[in-house]
C-alpha cells in the first residue's frame, strides 16, 4: 500500500506543480487534493482554500494529532531557467516552484494519513489540514481552521528539514520604525540631516545583542531589511522610513521583544505590525521525539518561520526536502526524499498512534 500511495503523491506533486497556487490564490491546487480523498473515498471538508479531512474511527476521548503542510507558494523569482509552472524530472530530480517548498512535504503528509484512514483503535485521533496563505501569514491559513477542526493536542508541521527533527522554531516580530530630522532645502547647512541621523541608529541595530540565547534556537536575530527616505534630490526629508525584522527565540515573548525594543532602541518610533508569530517547541522527551530519535533522527533549532507560529500546542517541524532550496531559482525536490519521507512519516506514526 506504500508503494502505491508513494507513487499517486509524486503524481499529484506534479499536478500541484503544474497549478499555479500563489497565497490566497489557491483555489486550483486545493480542487487537486479534493479529488485525492474522493478518489481514495476519504470524507473531507474543504474551508476557502484550506482542506481538511479527520480519521475514520475519530474518538473524542483521545488526544488528537495534527498534520499539516500548505499547497500555497511565493511568486517565482527572475533567476528561473526552468519553468516554474512545470514538472521536470532530470536525475532524480523533481524540478518546479513549489516542489520543495513545501509540495513535497504537504503530499507526503497526505499519504501518510491516508495509510492510517481506516485503522481503528489508534491511540491518537489524526487531523489532516492542507492549508492556505502560509507564505503570506494571511488571514485565511492554518490560523483561521483552529477554531474549525477539533482540538489539536500536538502537531507535526510539514516543511523540508532534510527529515530531521525540528524541535523548535523561531517567532517572528516585523516593526515600523522612523528617524527624524529637520527637513530643509538640501543646498543649506543641517546638522539634523534625517539620512545621517540614521548612520548610528543602523549601527545601533547591527550591534544589539538580546542577552537571553536559546539552547535549541539560540540568539535573537535582528535585521533592518528596508529603507526608504526622500521624494527628491533638492530636499532633506523629515524621517526616514525602516522595516526591522526580528527572529525570536523561545527565551522571549514577542511582547517582551517589544517592550525592549520600545524602551531601548534610538529610533524616534518603533512599532509593531503583529504580534501573533510567536516561537515554537516541542519537549524533547515528548513521544514524538523520541520516536524520531529512535529511528536515527537528530534534533534541532530552526531559524525560518512556519505555520508552526500559530499554533499554542507542542509542534515538531519535519519533511522531505531541505530549506535551504526553499525559494530559490529551479527550486527541486529529489524523488527519493518523498520516497523515504513517506516512509518515515509512516514509521513514526507506527510508534505513536
Known sequence: MIEKLTTDAIALLKKLIETPSFSSEEDQTATLIEQWFEKQNIPYTRTINNVWTINKHFDDSKPTLLLNSHHDTVRPNTAYTKDPFKAIVEDGKLFGLGSNDAGGCLVSLIATFTYFYERPNLNYNIVLVASAEEESSGPNGLNSMLAVIPHIDVAIVGEPTLMQLAVAEKGLVVFDAKVKGTPSHAAHPNEDNAIYNTIEVLQW?????????????????????????????????????????????????????????????????????????????????????????????????????????????????????????????????????????????????????
Open 205 to 353: 541595530f547591527k550591534n544589539y545583542k538580546f542577552d537571553k540565547v536559546s539552547a535549541a534556537l539560540g540568539e535573537v536575530k535582528m535585521t533592518v531589511s528596508q529603507i526608504n527616505a526622500g521624494k527628491q534630490h533638492n530636499a532633506i526629508p523629515a524621517e526616514v522610513d525602516l522595516v526591522v525584522d526580528v527572529r525570536v527565540n523561545d527565551c522571549y515573548t514577542n511582547a517582551e521583544i517589544v517592550e525592549i525594543l520600545q524602551k531601548e532602541s534610538p529610533c524616534s518610533s518603533i512599532i509593531p505590525r503583529s504580534l501573533r508569530l510567536n516561537s515554537s517547541s516541542i519537549p524533547e522527551d515528548h513521544a514524538l521525539v523520541k520516536a524520531g530519535i529512535a529511528l536515527g533522527r537528530s534534533t534541532y533549532g530552526s531559524p525560518t518561520l512556519s505555520d508552526q507560529a500559530t499554533l499554542t500546542c507542542p509542534s515538531l517541524k519535519l519533511g522531505p526536502g531541505d530549506s535551504t532550496r526553499s525559494h530559490s531559482a529551479d527550486e527541486f525536490i529529489y524523488i527519493r526524499e518523498i520516497e523515504d519521507g513517506i516512509g518515515l512519516y509512516v514509521k513514526l506514526l507506527e510508534r505513536i498512534v
